[in-house]
């Protein structure tokens, strides 16, 4: 495993990162995410991403009971507030009193004193910056968290939270969660621009396209029971984002480049992440034990440059998007 700072800052964490979303406390028994963290914590993972609204509180719940066999000191808890928690008027949001309130039910719920990492899922058009910025600050300095960061935010407001927070004298966001995959190259345009400028270190999710990177999918044939695409509860965004045949069929040529350098199609589509200098770490969710041991190749794949560039090109990004 391979430790990266994130952004600028002192934190250290692995360039994998475990996942919760649908999968711990939601479609994956306990027994099973129970298994998936100690192969995590085996293989070096050394972080753990989740959310408040994650199967509405389900994920935090299944974390915080698994996680009393851990040291606290020895993993970093990332959690995130944003989403309706209920059906108030402040039951979502980024507002002081939400954050507050959501805060102190994820440290209930996760079963632990502190956050190292607290997100905001989304940006909050109805709340100034000012007030969320304040309100991590005050959580820092109560100990409750350590760092906060912000996910799915553009680039200009991610600019204008640390230029605010400088001129407050508060905290700064630290990280940013976006979406990034070979299928998925938005953020090379402006947001890790962005970052880089800032130090801030990109955590990002669905790296795998949820799934359909890892070549388990047929062109022209049907999912195939049991997977995430297979499962109308679970597969709007895969349907809507990445499911065309022209994809499956990227996917198989991507899976052959894969077989010649001795690795899966998930642990280069991985690593292809990696190699971007505004990543901290991949974000992995698993709903099985074998798919993790298959994503932790991931971490010390080394891509040649030739076969980095054959992927840029095969899975284009926008005409702005430079490739590092
Ligand atoms: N900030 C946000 O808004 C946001 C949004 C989404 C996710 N996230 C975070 O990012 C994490 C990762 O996102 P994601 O779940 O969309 O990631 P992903 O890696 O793109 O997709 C994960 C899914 O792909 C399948 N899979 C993973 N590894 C595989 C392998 N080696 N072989 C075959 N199938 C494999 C599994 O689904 P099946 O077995 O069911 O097919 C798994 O649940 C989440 O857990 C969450 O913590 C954050």
Not at 161 to 175: L, N
Request: glycine share 8%; with cysteine; net charge negative.
């Amino acid at each position: 495993m391979q430790y990266r700072n994130l952004g600028k800052w002192g934190v250290k964490l692995s360039t994998i990162g475990l996942g919760s979303y649908l999968t711990i406390g939601m479609h994956v028994d306990d027994e099973t995410a129970a298994e998936c963290v100690r192969v995590a914590f085996d293989g070096g993972i050394n972080w753990i991403d989740t959310a408040n609204a994650y199967n509405n509180g389900g994920a935090e719940l299944a974390l915080g009971r698994i996680l009393q066999d851990y040291d606290r000191d020895d993993y970093v808890l990332a959690t995130k507030v944003w989403a309706p928690m209920g059906e108030g008027a402040n039951d979502r949001g980024l507002s002081a009193k939400h954050v507050f309130e959501q805060c102190h039910a994820s440290l209930r719920r996760l079963q632990t004193d502190y956050i190292d990492l607290y997100q905001c899922h989304r940006p909050d058009p109805e709340t100034p910056l000012e007030e969320t910025i304040r309100i991590m600050e005050d959580l820092a300095r109560q100990g409750k968290i350590l760092y906060w960061g912000t996910s799915e935010w553009p680039a200009e407001l991610i600019q204008e939270a640390v230029d605010v927070a400088k001129m407050m004298g508060c905290r700064p966001p630290v990280s940013n969660q976006p979406r990034y995959s070979l299928m998925w190259r938005e953020p090379e345009d402006s947001v890790f621009p962005t970052c880089l400028k800032n130090g801030i270190g990109n955590v990002v999710f669905s790296p795998l396209a949820h799934g359909v990177l890892t070549a388990k999918y047929e062109p022209g044939e049907p999912p195939p029971e049991g997977t995430r695409a297979a499962d109308e509860s679970q597969n709007r965004i895969l349907m809507d984002l990445y499911w065309t045949d022209e994809n499956l069929r990227k996917v198989k040529k991507l899976e052959e480049m894969a077989g010649d350098l001795g690795l899966t199609a998930a642990q280069l589509s991985m690593a292809w992440c990696l190699r971007h200098p505004a990543l901290t770490s991949v974000i992995s969710g698993v709903t099985k034990v074998s798919q993790l041991e298959d994503n932790l190749g991931a971490a010390e794949a080394e891509i040649p440059d030739d076969v980095y560039e054959a992927l840029c090109e095969l899975f284009p990004g926008s005409e702005e998007s430079a490739a590092p």
